[in-house]
């Protein structure tokens, strides 16, 4: 009992450092809760080259990366380990679990719509027409017990947009974890992995953007889960002067009807990357039953007035939310998800830690 007392004792005691760098595009922050600083900066030191290792393997920004090595070629094979197996794994597994709502192999259709956003314009009917020929899960063949990758049909590309993130942050908490920093955060632009709550505090603050324009933000208490926003609100794009989201609909290979906007509460940030892309492109049926039969704490839906409005699925009202000192301001979120964060390009050194 004694020793117990002390050691929670210590724990009370643990100081908030952030640290952040930018990988896979984006600003990667991670919070421990720890009395010692050195051996905190080398976990997350740990951690980052973690998250770089799975951008080394599935960027579709890096021609060098394993994923942009794969042949396109109908009836080319490669073996494949490491990062990329386990996500070509995870891929087949929430292509059908998903009915095709998550669909890795978008690769040619995101790049043409990339270059649309760019030049403001729709792109041409045949140049749709001819990515969507390019694209589709079943142009690729993955044999998970030989680790062998083959094309089915020519030009198809990987895109791994609606789930490296996810893989990422998991990793990363789990090397924190290893190193005897359970009381951590990884947050990579929205793709949060939560550990356990920060010592004599209940959760970790996750403030979960508005359901609505206009709605303030809610702030939400969580642990030991992972979160994932995925919507277009961060990145509208506007193309012939017609607001589109950034998000494809597989089965079309257009851009979902915006706005869109999901929220996933998952026992990690792996399935909850992977379902917020999903729910934003599947029915409303399919989404309900898709959250209750697949272990997800809860979910949060927004559509426009024509097409649904709001909904939350799971036990969404039953999540706790922060309180609010209304006399003294709330200090800032450890975790703020944005809607995907848009594409970009570099990286930089890291930061020193920045206690909280």
Request: proline share 8%; with cysteine; aromatic share 4%.
């Amino acid at each position: 009992m004694i020793a117990a007392t002390l050691l929670l004792a210590a724990a009370a005691h643990a100081e908030r450092l952030t640290f952040t760098e930018v990988h896979m595009g984006v600003e990667v922050r991670i919070v421990i809760c720890a009395q010692d600083r050195p051996a905190a900066a080398a976990a997350a030191r740990e951690s980052f080259d973690a998250i770089r290792a799975w951008d080394e393997a599935l960027s579709d920004w890096n021609p060098a990366s394993q994923a942009m090595r794969l042949p396109d070629q109908v009836g080319a094979r490669a073996k494949v380990t490491g990062r990329l197996a386990v996500a070509l794994d995870q891929s087949a597994r929430w292509q059908s679990r998903t009915d095709g709502g998550f669909d890795p192999a978008l690769g040619a259709l995101t790049r043409l719509w990339r270059e649309s956003a760019r030049s403001g314009a729709w792109p041409e009917a045949a140049s749709l027409e001819a990515a969507r020929g390019r694209c589709g899960w079943s142009g690729i063949a993955w044999d998970a017990p030989r680790s062998e990758f083959r094309v089915l049909r020519d030009g198809i590309r990987l895109d791994f947009g609606g789930l490296g993130q996810g893989l990422a942050a998991d990793e990363a908490l789990a090397v924190l974890a290893r190193r005897g920093f359970r009381h951590a955060m990884v947050d990579i632009s929205g793709d949060i992995a939560l550990g356990s709550a920060p010592p004599g505090e209940p959760g970790w603050r996750v403030a979960v953007e508005p359901a609505m324009e206009g709605q303030p933000e809610c702030m939400l208490l969580l642990a030991e889960c992972g979160v994932s926003c995925s919507g277009d609100r961060g990145q509208p794009r506007l193309l012939d002067g017609r607001r589109v989201s950034h998000i494809l609909d597989p089965a079309s290979g257009l851009p979902v009807r915006a706005p869109r906007q999901a929220v996933v509460v998952a026992a990690d940030a792996t399935r909850a990357d992977a379902l917020a892309t999903a729910l934003c492109v599947l029915p409303w049926e399919r989404c309900g039953s898709l959250v209750a039969t697949d272990a997800v704490r809860a979910a949060r839906l927004t559509r426009g007035p024509s097409d649904g409005g709001l909904r939350t699925l799971g036990a969404w009202e039953s999540l706790t939310p922060a309180p609010v000192d209304p006399v003294a301001s709330p200090r800032p979120a450890e975790a703020a998800p944005p809607a995907k964060a848009p594409e970009a390009e570099g990286s930089r050194d890291p930061t020193s830690p920045d206690p909280r």
